[in-house]
């Protein structure tokens, strides 16, 4: 594997994303690119966004459509037409990276393997001090995340434990559940072996889900990246969850359907 895309996914909020561009910027590992994936922002917090680009050491692309409502999984695809790399890593804009993590995602590939890492929450009141204050949250060590911890300023600990693990990491790998685009990695080919995200999941909820479930079915596994490659992620409000019971339903649908695979408005329309 030689060129990662890590695409962030943002929707008018330019100062966590800055954070998050950030800690981008000072990865260990610099073979990679960034597609910032703008699912709608205004024109003010887009040029605010595009002037943070300048600062990159890394390949930098801007995707960005209309504001009709949550659409991730349509401006994910779009951003995944326009990857260089063939491994994809998948972020949002509101959350701040160690300066391992891609190394440590490149460490996890495997061929055939979907990884999911997981998140240490930001409680509300720390997460207004990070961003007014500019706190460089990549930049800390552990220490001062435990102490953040006994002040219930984050939601866990454990998740900063590095641990080996193993073949252990392999054994649930038809397990759809908290794999989230938070923290997802997978390989491009595989991504559009399944034909990417389904444009039909509108508005909040499981459409990260529904990609999982799909690259399962297509004998896609899973691989545990839990206590190798945290994010820390900004506390903000949840989204409209409107649609949240009819995407459910047809997750439910898609998850008995083994032979369900192919997205059917999925990133295929966005390819030449």
Known sequence: MNLISVIVTTYNWPSALNLCLESLFAQNDNNFEVIIADDGSSSSNLNLTKSYCAKSGVPIQYVHHDDQGFRAGTI????????????????????VLRPDFITRHRQLAEPGRFVPGNRVLLMESFTQEVI??????????????IALWLQNKINRISAFIRLPLGFLRNLHPKKWQKAMTCNLAIWKSDFLRVNGFDELFEGWGFEDSDLVIRLI????????GR???PVLHLWHYQNDKSQQDLNYQRLIERLNNRDFILAKKGVSQYLN
Request: glycine share 4%; proline share 4%.
């Open 227 to 229: 206590f190798a490659v």
């Open 132 to 145: 007014e204050k500019k706190i460089p949250l990549h930049q800390k060590p552990l220490s001062y995340f």
């Open 76 to 95: 994910r695809n779009k951003a995944v037409a326009i990857s260089k790399g063939d491994y994809l890593l998948f972020v949002d804009g509101d959350c």
């Open 217 to 224: 079915h297509a004998s896609v596994k899973r691989k545990e």
